[in-house]
């Protein structure tokens, strides 16, 4: 008993991880639209799982309500409005399958001689001490004193984004 | 924790998003009412004018206006930023008024998308925080993708809008990245935090050029150029006058910050990655704007490679370098909001008469517009007499005495390359017969925006040591 707790502890982050890539190329590679949305739901969940065995619960519970409750709604109520059918004839592979294979191999190559390259340093001590006392109290503190002005203009850009899908149906000739 | 709040520096933002929402407002108003939007917008760009150069400006000594620890900063240097951002704004919406007219598709909520993109780059010039960089560079953004899409019937704009979207936002990752890494490095986003942190962790290169690549992009530097051309070329004119010069002001301007005062330790690292940039960006947008067909696409090109003379005085690593770069740009301001302005006249309904063959005896037709065009194509290809020569004259000397003399060769190179393309215009407005014979409308209030450009262009050219001590002081008083 002992022994799974402590491989659990140990481990279980990696497992989320893993499984969390395996859902991620689900959405991918599945051929019927909707199974695809579901996977990507399942994606989002895990990533919030790894996020709380982070001590990230604020970030995790948004992730939670954003992604997992708000996006993925959006994306199914864009499925069934645009009616894809699974039968359809799509064509999921193009024709570059080679070159892009190339590339992507010399990009993975590229990232893992700069990760290994990289004496990464300790983290520093600031970044730990906001986590003390619970990190949603914490990114609350610091969200609603020092970040007050980010915060606001943050909200003045979600007012203009609205305003500007507003300016992109707007009807020619009746100004 | 405390936070100050400085209302007299918070004031330009309340100013601007005052002016947003009225604007937005209107849009649901009668017609009568919505006729007043650009009016309105105008209004509070000049208002907040007014206040950063009335209330904070002298509020500015050799030590910035703070407010809430940084969030907020004015220096001499900011200020003189905005100050360009607001002029081409107002000078923007002048022009869009009679363009959206000839139109037929004029709304309110034009302007107010256009007010927001320029608090973002009010919110991203007056900071010391990265926090503020990446969100102000959000709110810059992404009302330019609407707007540049804003004429949603035609393929073009959409076509240009949805490039820019894309590219852009991939941009903005980038800089978020890059932003996370030097926190991840430094455990600060506060600007005075970073400079003292010492550099010898290497995220703070990796992070360092990330940031690099995101203001590349919304500076359109190559090869992070493929968007422009055809956002510029889609968008309307008005817009495009804009785009191409208070986008690219706030990006340099922030990359100069960035570099120059919190990571002066990295000196030789960044400026090599900055060396290679300018030199790309001066080559291919010159080259490439000699085989376009269209005027509009040309002036896209051209401000490609004049992104490259601007990165290219970040080379020079000097006071002089970043008060030539601010001459530079002040000219510039005037040069293409004249140029995209004669653009923008070239109009008839729907139809935009923009290409080389549409532009032959244009000179003879309307010799006013001809004097006009012919003014701004010389200034943008240097001849001296212009400000065009006086910003290119100031940057290549900062270059020289960095000791620099084969990139300022480069940068001359390309500006000789420059001559063919601009003089290209003026042949065709002069020396071809046009076929045709079309009657553009052309409005008061835009010939009055062009002759004011026209005029200080050469005054600032003949004249330049005013334009030219102020930049100085924003140049020395840059934290």
Redesign the interface.
């Known amino acids: 008993m002992e022994a799974l707790v402590s491989f659990f502890s140990n481990y279980m982050l990696y497992i989320l991880m893993g499984v969390t890539i395996l859902t991620a190329v689900g959405v991918v590679y599945s051929k019927n639209a909707v199974h695809s949305v579901v996977a990507l739901l399942l994606t989002m969940i895990l990533v919030a799982g790894i996020y709380l065995m982070l001590d990230a619960e604020f970030i995790a519970a948004v992730q939670l309500l954003v992604y997992a409750g708000g996006i993925i709604v959006l994306f199914v109520f864009m499925l069934l409005l645009v009616a894809l059918h699974k039968d359809e004839a799509l064509r999921l592979f193009n024709t570059y399958t080679l070159i892009s294979l190339g590339l992507v191999a010399f990009l993975v190559i590229m990232l893992a001689v700069?990760f290994f390259g990289?004496?990464?340093?300790p983290?520093?001590?600031?970044?730990t001490n906001i986590v003390k006392g619970g990190s949603t109290e914490a990114v609350a503190?610091?969200l609603y004193?020092?970040?007050?002005?980010?915060f606001e203009?943050?909200s003045?850009?979600l007012?203009?984004?609205m305003?500007?899908?507003?300016?992109?149906t707007?009807e020619?000739?009746k100004? | 924790?405390?936070?100050t709040v400085n209302m007299t520096a918070?004031m330009p933002?309340i100013i601007l998003?005052a002016g947003?929402s009225l604007t937005?407002l209107m849009?649901t108003m009668k017609?009568s009412v919505?006729r007043l939007a650009g009016l309105v917008a105008s209004i509070s760009v000049v208002f907040a004018f007014w206040w950063v150069m009335e209330r904070i400006l002298p509020a500015i000594g050799t030590a910035a206006m703070e407010s809430?620890?940084g969030?907020?900063t004015y220096s001499y240097y900011s200020v003189f930023l905005s100050g360009i951002v607001l002029i081409t704004a107002v000078a923007a919406f002048a022009l869009s008024e009679h363009y959206l007219l000839e139109e037929?598709?004029?709304?309110p909520?034009?302007y107010?998308?256009l007010l927001?993109s320029i608090?973002?780059m009010m919110?991203m010039l007056n900071t010391s925080?990265f926090?503020?960089i990446f969100?102000?560079l959000?709110?810059l953004s992404?009302?330019l993708?609407?707007?540049v899409?804003?004429l949603?019937?035609k393929p073009e704009s959409v076509e240009g809008g949805l490039k820019y979207f894309i590219l852009g936002a991939i941009a903005s990752g980038f800089l978020a990245y890059g932003i996370a890494m030097i926190y991840?490095?430094?455990?600060?986003l506060d600007f005075i935090t970073i400079v003292k942190t010492v550099k010898?962790?290497?995220?703070f290169r990796?992070g360092l050029l990330f940031i690099l690549m995101g203001l590349a992009f919304k500076a359109a530097a190559v090869p992070f150029h493929m968007w422009a051309p055809d956002a510029y070329e889609g968008a309307a004119t008005p817009v495009t006058a804009f785009m191409s010069i208070a986008p690219k002001a706030v990006a340099i301007g922030v990359l100069i910050r960035i570099l120059y005062s919190v990571f002066p330790q990295m000196v030789d690292y960044w400026r090599e990655a900055v060396l290679v940039l300018s030199i790309l960006t001066v080559i291919v947008g010159n080259f490439a704007a000699i085989v376009q067909q269209s005027v509009k696409r040309m002036l896209a090109y051209s401000s490609i490679s004049h992104a490259g003379y601007l990165l290219m005085g970040i080379v020079a690593y000097s006071v002089e370098g970043v008060s030539g770069i601010l001459f530079y740009l002040a000219g510039y301001m005037l040069i293409n909001t004249g140029a995209f302005g004669v653009l923008s006249l070239l109009k008839i309904g729907d139809d935009d008469f923009v290409s080389y063959d549409d532009i032959r005896g244009i000179g003879y037709r309307y010799p006013l517009l001809g004097i006009f065009m012919s003014v701004f194509m010389f200034s943008l290809a240097g001849i001296p007499a212009t400000v065009g020569f006086m910003g290119k004259f100031y940057v290549f000397k900062a270059l020289i005495h960095a000791n620099y003399m084969s990139l300022a060769l480069v940068g001359i190179g390309g500006s000789l390359v420059s001559v063919y393309y601009y003089l290209r215009v003026v042949v065709h407005m002069y020396m071809k017969e046009n076929p045709e014979e079309r009657k553009f409308n052309l409005n008061f209030l835009s010939m009055t925006v062009l002759a004011i450009c026209s005029v200080l262009v050469i005054a600032a050219g003949l004249f330049p040591a005013k334009i030219a001590d102020i930049a100085n002081v924003a140049a020395r008083f840059m934290n």
């Open positions: 700069v990289t004496p990464f340093g983290a520093p001590a600031t970044v503190g610091t004193s020092a970040y007050i002005l980010p203009i943050a003045i850009l007012l203009v984004a305003v500007g899908a507003i300016v992109l707007k020619r000739g100004s | 924790m405390n936070v918070l933002l998003f947003i937005a849009g017609d919505k809430q620890s969030m907020l037929d598709f004029s709304h909520e034009f107010a998308i927001a608090t973002g919110v925080n926090v503020n969100i102000g959000e709110l992404i009302p993708y609407a707007s899409a804003y949603r019937y991840g490095a430094s455990g600060s010898t962790d290497s995220l990796l």
